[in-house]
T-cell receptor
């Protein structure tokens, strides 16, 4: 059973371009979470999705950022018109149920995508 | 609002010495608590978790943590540190039923030979 797969591992974009980050959850996991880690900081929650639904997007910037988790295929975090401040590591996590909703439910993290905006 | 505080940004210990990393949380109910470790350039690996029951929980790699409700703490301990333990450690609390994790700022651990 492969872990959470994120690609690409590293992504370089020029200011104004679009960045698309992909996350394939673990097999059997229908809950996906995106987190952003700015340099020298902890992880900040961005968005929580289930298949075809956004459950909680309270951590998403209001503009330029969007996320989806279609019925088929990976979850996508999309950043339009990137700026230097978007440079960060973006982590995806998945779980079979929401962490905390039941005993022994935990989120498994991918290796992350490191976005650099030049 | 829920929050997690890790008071120590950076800690250095000698190999073989004991370790304690501090974590304090603010949460209105019984929290679900986690410790993760992140090696440079890598993702997060779960060390241990607390949901209920015994307040002393054992994790992987010889780590343990103790939940103290009266102090709102969930400190991570290891009796004897190995050089391979050098990494960043994150404490997190789960929003019960809500899915997202609230992370602390992290503690970077360095190990002296």
């Amino acid at each position: 059973n492969a872990g959470v797969m994120q690609n690409p591992r590293h992504l370089v974009r020029r200011r104004g371009q679009e960045a698309r980050l992909r996350c394939s959850p673990m097999k059997g996991h229908s809950h996906v979470y995106w987190y952003r880690q700015l340099p020298e900081e902890g992880l900040k929650f961005m968005v929580y999705l289930q298949k075809e639904n956004i459950i909680d997007e309270s951590g998403m910037p209001k503009e330029r950022f969007s996320a989806e988790f279609p019925k088929e295929g990976p979850s996508i975090l999309r950043i339009q018109q990137v700026v230097r401040g978007d440079s960060a590591a973006y982590f995806c996590a998945s779980s079979p149920r929401p962490p905390g909703s039941a005993l022994n439910t935990e989120a498994f993290f991918g290796q992350g995508t490191r976005l650099t905006v030049v | 609002a829920q929050s997690v505080t890790q008071p120590d940004i950076h800690i250095t210990v000698s190999e073989g010495a004991s370790l304690e990393l501090r974590c304090n949380y603010s949460y209105g109910a019984t929290p679900y608590l986690f410790w993760y470790v992140q090696s440079p350039g890598q993702g997060l690996q779960l060390l241990l978790k607390y949901f209920s029951g015994d307040t002393l929980v054992q994790g992987i790699k010889g780590f343990e943590a103790e939940f103290k409700r009266s102090q709102s703490s969930f400190n991570l301990r290891k009796p004897s540190v190995h050089w391979s333990d050098a990494a960043e450690y994150f404490c997190a609390v789960a929003h019960k039923g809500g899915g997202k994790l609230i992370f602390g700022q992290g503690t970077e651990l360095s190990v002296k030979p």
